[in-house]
């Protein structure tokens, strides 16, 4: 079914969408994904050191990987697949994204509603007290640098604000994305392969509501069964076709 025809099946007088976001997104701002060939760095693998337990046992050699890659994200801007987003957003179109990605790439595109649901990079905190601080600048990202220790309760060593393999999502945040999620009647799923828990269930979630899925990606998903409807190719491309058609058919609906 075309693009249009699901639009004019909704049978909504406002259109309410929520975005559920992978790294996919940001592959055209020069964002090395987590996984596959990319997932290595220095001959550690990603997975073995975004855990609490490598930052227990060699917190130094961690904060060098994460300092590696704020010197990358410090050189990466938004690209138009955030920005189209952000021009729903503008158009009140969009309850809100919720990222997978860690990258602030979204803010940095002036989105405004965010779910950050693995954390974000861009800051630090410590696991004793509230104290957290950004450090997305050149010079805390510099290489061989002493370890950042709590300003706070000066013993601690801050972490970066990402959660890790292994731990828990936060719940405030979880809860809000199923909330957003329930809200909408248009899902897209941009840049996921969906694969990973929980926020794999949430499309399941907007299908049972009969929510329309729209899915965004390079290649087929296990998101792709449950869609309405998939536009392959690289988001950056697809995605702002499909925002100014949508736009313009919530005029329409406005001028009745
Ligand atoms: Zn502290």
């Known amino acids: 079914m075309d693009i249009d025809s699901i639009l004019k099946e909704l049978d909504v007088s406002e259109i309410k969408i929520v975005s559920v976001v992978g790294a996919g997104i940001s592959k055209a701002s020069g964002m090395p994904t987590f996984r596959g060939e990319d997932g290595m760095w220095n001959n550690y693998r990603a997975t073995d050191l975004a855990t609490p337990f490598a930052f227990q046992r060699d917190p130094k050699i961690v904060w060098e990987w994460y300092r590696a890659r704020m010197r990358i994200l410090l050189e990466a801007k938004p690209n138009p697949a ?6 729903l957003e503008k158009e009140g179109l969009s309850i809100g994204i919720i990222t997978q990605n860690v990258d602030g790439l979204h803010e940095i595109a002036e989105s405004k509603n965010i779910i950050e649901i693995h954390g974000r990079i861009r800051y630090a905190r410590c696991n004793s007290c509230d104290y957290i601080e950004r450090w997305d600048s050149e010079e805390k990202s510099l290489k061989d ?3 950042p220790y709590c300003p706070n309760c000066k013993n601690q060593i801050i972490r970066p604000d990402v959660v890790w393999f292994g731990e828990q999502l936060a719940s405030q945040r979880w809860n809000k994305a199923v909330e957003w999620t329930l809200n909408a009647n248009i899902m897209l799923v941009i840049g996921t392969s969906g694969v990973v828990a929980p926020v794999s269930s949430l499309p399941d979630f907007a299908k049972q509501n009969n929510t329309k899925i729209f899915e965004f990606n390079i290649e087929e998903t296990p998101i ?16 702002p076709t499909f925002t100014r058609k949508i736009i313009e058919f919530s005029r329409g609906l406005k001028n009745g």
């Not at 955030?82 to 021009?87: C, F, P």
């Not at 792709?224 to 995605?239: A, R």
């Open 145 to 147: 640098r002493e370890l």
């Open 224 to 239: 792709t069964s449950i869609s309405d409807h998939s536009i392959f190719g690289p988001c950056e491309k697809t995605l």
């Open 82 to 87: 955030h920005e189209a987003l952000t021009n």
